[in-house]
C-alpha cells in the first residue's frame, strides 16, 4: 500500500488467496489483519472474500479469477458474499480490527475512490499484492461506468468486421442468437 501511495485503512475489501487450509488461512489472514487493521474504525471495516468458494481453485489461473472478481467488485460498487462461510477460523485473530466475512451482498460504501486489494499466491514461491481503485468518473459525463442493470441490455457477443460493411461478411453460427448490429 505505501507502494502505491494508499493508507492501508483506506482498502476496505481484500480479496484473499483464500488456501483452504488450517494453516494457510490464519497466515494470510493475520498478516492482512497486522497490514491493513492499525487505525481501522468500525464505521470503515476491512471486509474479506475469496473467489474459491464459489469456483474451487483454478491452481495457475486463481490469481486472476480473484482479480476479475474484485474488478467486477469495484465496477458494481458491492462487496460479493462468502459461500458457505460460518465462522473464522480460531487461528485468526481480529483483535480490535473490524473485520467481515460477508455472507450477502452489500453495497460498498461510498468513499470515493474505492480501493481493494487481491493477494495470490503461487506454488513456486511467487507471491503477489495488487492495489486496485475504482475508475474516476469519466470526465465529460462526470460519471462512472458502472453499468444500469435496468437499462443496460446484455451483450452476450460482441461482433467484429474487417470489412466496411458488415453485412457482407459471412454469418456466424451465433449470429441468429446475437443481438443486431447497430
Keep these: 500500500f505505501a507502494s502505491a501511495g494508499v493508507a492501508p485503512t483506506r482498502a476496505r475489501y481484500v480479496e484473499t488467496h ?3 487450509t488450517a494453516l494457510g488461512d490464519p497466515i494470510e489472514a493475520n498478516a492482512l ?10 464505521d470503515a471495516p476491512l471486509y ?9 481453485h483454478l491452481e ?11 474488478v467486477m467488485a469495484l465496477r458494481h460498487r458491492e462487496i460479493p458474499p462468502q459461500l458457505h462461510f460460518q465462522a473464522l ?3 485468526i485473530d481480529p483483535g480490535e480490527v473490524p473485520l467481515i466475512v460477508p455472507t ?10 474505492r480501493i481493494a486489494g487481491v493477494s495470490a499466491f503461487g506454488m513456486s514461491g511467487t507471491n ?5 481503485a475504482e475508475a474516476p468518473p469519466d470526465p465529460l ?12 441490455p446484455p451483450d452476450p457477443l460482441t461482433r467484429t468486421t474487417n470489412t466496411p460493411d458488415p453485412s457482407t461478411t459471412p454469418p456466424h453460427p451465433l449470429t441468429p442468437h446475437a443481438p443486431p448490429l447497430p
Aim: hydrophobic share 30%; no cysteine.
Design 18 to 20: 483464500g488456501t483452504g
Design 33 to 42: 489483519i497486522a497490514e491493513l487493521g492499525p487505525g481501522r474504525t468500525p
Design 48 to 56: 474479506l472474500g475469496s473467489i474459491k468458494t464459489n469456483i474451487g
Design 60 to 70: 495457475a489461473a486463481a490469481g486472476v479469477a480473484g482479480l476479475v472478481k474484485t
Design 89 to 91: 477460523n480460531p487461528q
Design 104 to 113: 450477502t451482498n452489500l453495497p460498498w460504501p461510498d468513499d470515493s475512490p
Design 128 to 132: 503477489a499484492h495488487v492495489v486496485l
Design 141 to 152: 459525463t462526470r460519471t462512472t461506468n458502472t453499468p444500469d442493470p435496468s437499462t443496460t
